[in-house]
């Protein structure tokens, strides 16, 4: 691996300030400090507001001025005691069951994500394109049995996007953004035991757009939806006071004045950092938890004041949002971990340095220690920047206990400087006590891969500090997913998909490959893929998958074709067979909001001993005869053919 800089020790000679950090002589408070009152945060908002129009007079008297050099931060001293991944040392440029069964692939089991399809009881309950439809599949039964709009009956879904839904006893909640609106949107829905769906409610969260093509907005833990809701702070935002989060429970005549406020100063947390909204990207951090076990709907925020750039994952107990807060002219970079518990306590804090690549980048595992993979150029994981990755590589492994009221930093070592994951499409995934990561998936944009390339994965023990094996490939690395305690690494080659089996046991090792020729993945979100444990041994794997010939993003936002089905026995795969979608021409469902699927429109989906896929406006279901599987029937509940009960 490259170096760019001194090696740590001799960082800590110039700075004088690791020392303190790796002897703990530093004692950080428990938690970081909320502003005392509506006054005190004022107060900061006035100062910004004063230092705004300073700087506005100077440049009408001198419009030749220089300009002004940045404020040194109060904290850079804490900084420099996180030493930055490319000064730490590398040795070597080349290094050798608990919660209910869900239907979604979710990174941690117990904190469901929202999806494109659910199950409540008997049925499915699917969100596509500004609708939500109900399949009936008790019973042996497979039913179209109602559709609705996924917005208010009364509102014009011009400019919103429904992205995703989440199912609390019998309220289905719908999220989604409205560019008319400006804010995440969340819908209520009843639903009863014969799946007949009505409208309830509709509650707008001031925000800024959550998109990411890699991560999911909402959460739900028991009745608790959790969202994560970054505001920005920019200097024109400053008079009008528009970045308080706020809710409003909509109505036809709706207007800004009827959003409340959820979030009192005194609920607002901040670092010791110099923050300058005209120096940096400055927002609040917020975690939103809203109450869907009573009728109305009732939600409550906690937030941190930090640079915008941002990556954040979703423990069972805590929210930790990563920002780095970006410098010009040569300086490195600064970042920080927040804690925000999901109890309502106060937050705590970590001087880092680095990224995360996105949230899978993350574990928080049961030994009380957070995990993060990074590297020194993420740019966070908002829209489409979670998909490239550059820079050196190393893993961060501290105590939860070491998060404190955040002026302290990370101690030298507890980063492990790794061979780095770079190029397009990286990926990253912690299974068990493993971390397998990749880079440069190549093919998953539209260039051809390189029939004769040879991938590099990397799997390491992330407890231990032993140097991480290097696993090469006959493919690129597009997914890695968990196969029960093992991984499946997927990738493209050439013009076909190659499916690898991995061995997590005392070292890893490459299992087994199975070639789909002529394909390539039909969709990239982690919800996409699936795998059915059967027993210690076996089980069957799901994926959407294409023909070769979609290029780019094509492949992803069109009707996907297939739903591959691979039988995995002893980490041997083996091809069952494919559920595909009909030939016909889709029928027009005259779609008046969400009308492209950026969030995929396929499916694996097992429930109990069945089989199903779910592929745009259709849903089949196998039939398995032992280790081969066959359609069984299908219908379409598209608006245009579906049986409408309301």
Not at 276 to 298: F, N, Q
Not at 372 to 382: F, Y
């Amino acid at each position: 691996m490259r170096m760019h800089g001194l090696g740590l020790a001799v960082l800590c000679l110039m700075v004088g300030s690791c020392q303190a950090a790796e002897t703990g002589e530093a004692s950080p408070k428990k938690t970081m400090q909320a502003f005392a009152s509506e006054a005190a945060f004022e107060k900061l908002l006035k100062r910004w507001q004063a230092q705004q129009q300073q700087r506005g007079r100077e440049r009408e008297a001198v419009v030749a001025m220089a300009p002004m050099p940045a404020p040194v931060a109060a904290a850079a001293d804490a900084y420099a005691g996180s030493p930055s991944l490319d000064s730490i040392q590398v040795t070597g440029s080349r290094l050798e069951e608990g919660a209910a069964e869900s239907i979604t692939n979710v990174q941690t089991q117990g904190v469901d994500e929202g999806g494109i399809v659910k199950q409540h009881g008997e049925h499915l309950v699917v969100l596509r394109r500004g609708r939500l439809f109900t399949v009936r599949i008790g019973g042996d039964a497979l039913q179209p049995v109602s559709v609705l709009d996924a917005y208010a009956p009364s509102a014009n879904p011009g400019g919103a996007w429904y992205d995703e839904m989440l199912i609390a006893g019998d309220t289905i909640a719908v999220i989604g953004y409205s560019y008319e609106r400006g804010g995440t949107e969340v819908g209520l829905f009843d639903i009863d035991a014969a799946g007949r769906l009505s409208y309830r409610d509709t509650y707008q969260l001031r925000s800024n757009d959550y998109y990411s093509s890699r991560n999911y907005a909402s959460r739900l833990i028991g009745d608790q939806l959790i969202f994560y809701t970054p505001l920005s702070i920019a200097p024109w935002r400053l008079e009008r006071r528009d970045f308080y989060p706020a809710l409003r429970r909509w109505h036809p005549h709706s207007t800004p004045d009827d959003f409340k406020r959820i979030l009192p100063a005194t609920r607002i947390y901040r670092t010791d950092d110099a923050l300058d909204p005209y120096e940096d990207d400055i927002a609040l951090h917020t975690v939103t938890r809203c109450d869907l076990s009573k009728r109305e709907m009732r939600c409550e925020s906690t937030a941190v004041l930090g640079p915008e750039g941002r990556v954040f994952y979703v423990s069972a107990d805590s929210v930790f949002v990563w920002t780095t807060q970006y410098r010009d002219h040569g300086q490195p970079n600064r970042s920080s971990v927040f804690r925000i518990p999901l109890d309502g306590t106060a937050p705590s804090a970590l001087k880092t340095s680095g990224g995360p690549v996105d949230q899978l980048s993350f574990l928080q595992d049961a030994g009380g220690y957070l995990n993060v993979l990074l590297t020194t150029e993420s740019k966070g994981e908002g829209m489409w920047a979670a998909e490239t990755a550059e820079g050196d590589t190393a893993l961060l492994r501290v105590r939860l206990s070491d998060f404190g009221d955040g002026s302290t930093a990370a101690k030298g070592a507890d980063y492990l400087p790794l061979p780095p994951i770079s190029g397009e499409d990286p990926q990253n995934r912690f299974i068990g006590d493993w971390l397998i990561y990749a880079g440069d998936g190549q093919a998953r944009w539209g260039r051809e891969h390189d029939p004769d390339a040879r991938a590099v994965a990397y799997a390491l023990r992330f407890s231990g500090r032993a140097p991480p094996q290097a696993l090469v490939l006959s493919h690129a690395v597009e997914r890695i997913e968990a196969l029960g305690s093992d991984a499946i690494l997927v990738g493209s080659a050439g013009r076909d998909l190659h499916f690898t089996s991995m061995r997590l046991d005392q070292r890893a090792a490459l299992a087994a490959t199975f070639v789909q020729n002529d394909a390539a993945q039909g969709e990239t979100r982690t919800h996409g893929f699936f795998y059915k444990r059967q027993d210690a041994s076996q089980g069957i794997v799901g994926l959407p998958i294409v023909g070769h010939a979609p290029k780019g993003m094509q492949r992803y936002l069109g009707e996907s074709a297939s739903v591959l089905y691979l039988r995995a026995r002893a980490l041997r795969l083996s091809r069952m067979g494919q559920l595909d979608a009909s030939a016909a021409v889709a029928v027009d469902d005259a779609c008046k909001a969400s009308c492209v699927d950026w969030y995929g429109n396929a499916r694996p989906l097992f429930i109990g001993p069945r089989v199903f896929a779910l592929l745009g406006y259709e849903l089949v279901e196998g039939e398995i005869d032992r280790d081969r599987i066959g359609e069984r029937r299908r219908i379409s509940f598209a608006p245009a053919a579906a049986r409408i009960a309301r």
